[in-house]
């Protein structure tokens, strides 16, 4: 299992089995969030478990394969920018091949109202990944208000991402569905 304790930029893993503490590790950003993250296969350091972050645009790569990539099972193994502070989300499924990152606390309206995605067969050690920002509280078409676009999630299949436009108590909000397969 692991989490962040955010105010300290830290993540705790512990084996839930064992109750025993595997490792704390710096997060290299700033207030880790310390939600479930995103599991998936990264092209060169195997099975990673990667955060978002709250006060910068950092999203942190660590490894979890304690007996595929001892090295760097519970360490950071890399780390790179989306698209702006403030993030809440990070999402992929099993079956896609995209990482999708929200940062619905940013105060630019273009960033809180966007998502990055990251192709995931195209990450490199070492390479900050290029990102596909799609601007998702435009596509909402909202006259009004801030719309902040959060938390990503896909359905069963893996083939679509819904995604939450949050607005103002007196506005108009919507959910924004995405084709993952494209």
């Not at 880790?32 to 709250?54: E, I, K, M, Q, Y």
């Not at 999402?91 to 999708?100: Q, V």
């Not at 940013?106 to 990450?123: G, H, L, Q, R």
């Amino acid at each position: 299992f692991i989490t962040a304790a955010n105010a300290r930029g830290k993540l705790v893993v512990i084996d839930t089995k064992e109750s025993k503490l595997l490792a704390i590790t710096e997060t290299g950003g700033q207030t880790p969030h310390p939600g479930r993250g995103a599991n998936f296969v990264h092209p060169d350091f195997g099975p990673v478990w990667a955060t978002s972050h709250l006060g910068d645009e950092s999203v942190a790569l660590i490894g979890t394969d304690p007996e595929g990539h001892k090295d760097q099972a519970w360490k950071i193994v890399d780390s790179f920018p989306a698209m702006g502070g403030g993030s809440l989300f990070i999402k992929t499924h099993p079956k896609s091949n995209h990482l999708y990152v929200d940062a619905p606390l940013n105060p630019e309206a273009s960033i809180s109202s966007a998502v990055a995605v990251f192709t995931i067969d195209k990450m490199k050690a070492g390479v900050d990944p290029e990102s596909t920002i799609l601007p998702i509280g435009e596509w909402a078409g909202i006259p009004e208000g801030q719309p902040r676009v959060v938390q990503p999630e896909f359905n069963k299949e893996g083939t679509e991402v819904w995604f939450s436009v949050w607005n103002a108590k007196d506005k108009e909000s919507a959910i924004v569905v995405v084709d993952d397969r494209r």
